[in-house]
């Protein structure tokens, strides 16, 4: 599956007939910071439920992983300047 269409919604596995799969509710703990994180996030972001933002974030690392596993590295560009990423967890 290319990048892009790994990181669409539309392909995500807990997308995927919602309906028809059992659900899981999560009770999760936030500090006051982090829940305020997570609201900025959720705005900057336009998702409409904390549940979104935790599934978009799952998605991404779940790639971040699997590029890792494969030998990947991250890079970010900005004009003509290249930096390469370390993600630290």
């Known amino acids: ?3 892009n269409e790994r990181l669409n919604p539309a392909n995500d596995r807990s ?4 309906e028809d799969t059992p659900r899981h509710r999560l009770q999760l703990d936030f500090s006051s ?6 609201q900025e ?3 900057a972001s336009g998702c409409k439920t904390n549940a979104d933002v935790v599934r ?4 991404l ?3 971040y992983l699997d590029q890792k596993r494969n030998g990947f590295s991250i890079q970010i560009t900005k004009d003509d300047v290249l930096k390469e ?3 630290l967890l």
């Not at 910071?33 to 997570?38: N, P, S, V």
């Not at 978009?56 to 998605?59: F, I, V």
């Open 15 to 18: 997308n995927a007939a919602r």
């Open 56 to 59: 978009n974030a799952l998605r």
């Open 33 to 38: 910071d982090a829940y305020g994180r997570l």
């Open 61 to 63: 690392y779940e790639w």
């Open 85 to 87: 990423v370390e993600i």
């Open 41 to 43: 996030i959720r705005i």
């Open 1 to 3: 599956m290319a990048v």
